[in-house]
């Protein structure tokens, strides 16, 4: 009645399900630790935060104009951390250079009279950031944030050329091992796919409840190519 | 008396206000009169210490409130200013826009601090919207809300900055009411305005003011009626010129 | 612990630095290639054949770049050098087609109605008319996408000798030099894309008149 790959596939699931595992933990500490450090790097290139310009310049451009493999080689080759460690920290650099570009867009998208007008409040730097210009930016640039976070869960793939078993190792091993490399391919490309359709759609809700009545238009950075609209 | 005495701003090498002084009596409304560009702008940047200048004072009741060049502190926030486009806060509700500002810097708690927002909002007959975001309302709304806003920080003096703009006649007449009210509750105005009827029915006193100068200041706005400076001759041809066309 | 490399050391970097520059522009003319026959594909398909070019874009787009190679590796039989020009091609094409459909989407329609009018085929439109005036703004993003592109060759090293396999190699070899192996390859990249970048931003700079920002708090 099934084909007789039917059972290799089901055996080879449970080192997709440990895959699945690394591939989330990376995910979620990478995203959160790099949104937040990308978010301060973002204020500080986009000079909120006073005299740091430079090196919120340089972090940027390094980790733009690096390789993420060659990132992961220094953390895993040079400083020797274990394959986990080294990719979560490459990803933390990466994401947060990357997410610094876009909040930054978001940030000078603000209008300098809305600026003037909180400063003539009276409001601090810090009440000035963290109640007008964040909310507003972030909100401004909820689905260039959407993108970006589905690129940190398919480059979290990285990590499969220092030898940790995520859902792409998981697929090599298994296709290796089963010789079947279309069934285990479309595995694992189905769970990429189920976690950016998961991203999407929960940046969707969040822009739902967050932008709907206020009308805040998106920003489209200038060097931001191919946004992915899903149908 | 809020004194301005020799006021200087350079943007590089234009000269945006030249030696301006002048003096403003409180409790009245003080209209300033000028062509576009002449340094209106400019001037309530500084006096509301959003701009620092070369050199000069504001003086409030024999107080210095700026000087100079010195970093400005306005903790006491005796100047209110009305920006031209309003700038409200796009995520913020009405209420929110109102309320953020003293939570924030007075400290007041949230309940308090709605409690004298909805108030305000009642005052400028715009209660009903106090819970929608600035990009649901009209212009005239909109700017109801930035003066409600402004007030909230309980300022003496508030400027605003050409308030007729992209107004409605009716409206105007509307705007003219709400500044009335504002002065009997004992604030002091000074507003911008190139628009001569609504500086003739509103003014106390008016202010010309040409290329960062004080041309002349009268009582009322006299100095509309029997212009003597030929700047304001101009002016004036200009303005009717400009108020036909649109008709 | 000496931090000097051997000059074989060196030259084994530098062979590297020479195939990874060739895989790039060989890699960038095909996805280029590639990338416009995608967009023409969907500019020209009636509805029905839609589905095909929108099945290989997103798809690809949803992909993640290292286990696309993977496969690839693992099944395509052909030399390693073709095999990873095959590889980066056909992924970063995706992301032109998309960069030239959008670009393409936001021209005056009008100007192609016209040209319809006059007879011109859907071919020629493509060709002459939406093309063309889009290209201004799409330099960008492509410069951008072949930058992406120059770093991804670092991922093709399953079975090329480019840069980031001949820093590996060393860096395996003796893990005492892997910091000066990491260093030089980190500069080197560095370099090379932020040239490219910074070529990108002044074209852009350019064609869209951008100021530089000054402080908002005036600080």
Redesign the interface.
């Known amino acids: 009645m099934f084909p007789t790959w039917i059972n290799a596939v089901i055996e080879g699931l449970p080192l997709f399900g440990e895959g699945l595992r690394t591939t989330l933990s990376l995910f979620f500490q990478a995203g959160v630790i790099g949104f937040v450090l990308g978010c301060i790097v973002a204020l500080g290139k986009?000079?909120?935060i006073?005299?740091v310009y430079p090196l919120a310049w340089f972090y940027v451009?390094?980790f733009?104009?690096?390789?993420?493999?060659?990132i992961l080689?220094?953390f895993y080759?040079?400083l020797?951390f274990t394959g986990y460690v080294a990719g979560l920290l490459a990803l933390i650099a990466w994401a947060s250079a990357f997410t610094a570009e876009v909040v930054r867009a978001g940030i000078?998208s603000l209008?300098?009279?809305?600026?003037?007008?909180?400063?003539?409040?009276?409001?601090?730097?810090f009440?000035?950031i963290s109640?007008?210009v964040m909310?507003?930016a972030l909100?401004r640039i909820l689905p260039v944030l959407a993108n970006q976070f589905?690129n940190l869960a398919?480059?979290?793939?990285?990590v499969?050329?220092v030898g940790v078993l995520d859902?792409?190792y998981a697929?090599?091993q298994n296709?290796?091992k089963y010789f079947l490399?279309f069934q285990f391919?479309f595995i694992?490309?189905g769970i990429?796919?189920t976690l950016?359709l998961i991203i999407i759609y929960a940046f969707r809700l969040l822009e739902y409840f967050?932008k709907t009545?206020?009308?805040?238009k998106p920003v489209i950075p200038?060097?931001d190519?191919?946004?992915?609209e899903?149908? | 008396m809020l004194k301005v005495k020799h006021l200087t701003k350079r943007y590089d090498t234009h000269v945006a206000l030249d030696d301006f002084s002048a003096e403003f009596p409180l409790g009245c409304i003080n209209v300033i009169i000028g062509p576009s560009g002449c340094g209106k702008t400019t001037l309530f940047s500084c006096i509301?210490?959003?701009e620092p200048f070369e050199q000069g004072v504001i003086e409030y009741n024999g107080n210095v409130l700026i000087e100079g060049n010195r970093p400005v502190k306005?903790?006491t926030?005796v100047i209110?200013?009305v920006?031209q486009?309003f700038?409200?806060?796009?995520?913020l509700t009405v209420l929110d826009n109102l309320t953020?500002?003293p939570r924030?810097?007075h400290k007041l708690p949230r309940k308090d601090a709605e409690a004298r927002a909805r108030e305000m909002l009642e005052k400028m007959h715009i209660l009903d919207k106090q819970h929608?975001?600035p990009?649901?309302l009209s212009g005239g709304q909109q700017q109801r809300v930035?003066i409600a806003?402004?007030i909230m920080?309980n300022p003496r003096v508030l400027l605003l900055d050409e308030p007729t703009n992209a107004l409605d006649p009716q409206l105007v007449y509307a705007l003219e009411k709400t500044i009335k009210e504002l002065v009997a509750d004992g604030l002091t105005l000074i507003v911008s305005t190139h628009h001569m009827g609504f500086a003739d029915r509103i003014a106390d006193y008016s202010y010309f003011v040409h290329r960062g100068e004080l041309l002349t200041a009268s009582e009322k706005a006299n100095l509309l009626h029997n212009p003597q400076y030929p700047e304001i001759q101009r002016f004036i041809q200009n303005e009717e010129e400009r108020v036909s066309h649109l008709d | 612990m000496d931090f000097l490399l051997t000059t074989s050391d060196l030259m084994l970097l530098w062979q590297g630095l020479q195939m990874t520059v060739l895989l790039a522009c060989v890699a960038s003319i095909f996805t280029l290639l590639l990338g416009i026959a995608v967009a023409l594909y969907r500019f020209l398909m009636p509805g029905p054949f839609q589905w095909v070019g929108?099945l290989y874009v997103?798809?690809i787009?949803?992909?993640?770049?290292?286990?696309y190679l993977?496969?690839v590796f693992?099944?395509l039989p052909v030399p390693p050098f073709q095999r990873a020009v095959f590889a980066l091609a056909t992924f970063n094409a995706a992301?032109i087609a998309?960069?030239i459909r959008?670009a393409v989407q936001s021209l005056d329609k009008n100007q192609m109605r016209a040209a319809a009018l006059l007879g011109m085929s859907d071919y020629q439109i493509f060709m002459t008319i939406a093309l063309p005036q889009s290209l201004a703004r799409m330099i960008?993003?492509f410069i951008?996408?072949f930058?992406t592109l120059l770093?991804?060759?670092?991922?093709v090293?399953l079975g090329t000798l480019e840069l980031?396999k001949a820093?590996?190699i060393l860096?395996e070899r003796a893990?005492g030099h892997?910091?000066t192996?990491?260093?030089i390859?980190?500069v080197v990249?560095?370099f090379v894309?932020?040239g490219l970048?910074v070529l990108?931003?002044s074209l852009?700079k350019v064609m869209?008149p951008w100021k530089r920002?000054?402080?908002?708090?005036g600080?």
Not at chain 1, 64 to 70: E, M, S, T
Not at chain 3, 151 to 155: H, Q, W
Request: charged share 20%; net charge neutral; with cysteine.
């Open positions: 986009s000079r909120y006073p005299r451009e390094l733009r104009n690096i390789p993420l493999l060659v080689f220094f080759y040079a020797q000078e209008e300098e009279e809305q600026i003037k007008a909180a400063r003539l409040l009276g409001l601090s730097r009440q000035l109640h007008l909310p507003q909100m589905m398919k480059n979290t793939s990285i499969y050329f859902v792409t697929f090599e296709s290796a490399f391919f694992a490309l990429y796919i950016c967050t009545r206020r009308a805040i200038s060097d190519q191919a946004l992915p899903p149908a | 509301s210490g959003l306005q903790d926030h209110g200013y920006l486009g700038s409200l806060f796009a995520h953020l500002a924030l810097v929608d975001y990009n649901q930035a806003r402004a920080m | 929108t997103d798809g787009r949803s992909m993640p770049l290292v286990l993977v496969l693992t099944i992301f998309e960069v959008s960008p993003a951008n996408q930058n770093k991804d060759t670092s991922l090293s980031a820093g590996e860096m893990w892997s910091f192996v990491i260093l390859m980190g990249y560095f894309c932020l970048s990108g931003q852009e869209r920002r000054k402080a908002p708090l600080g």
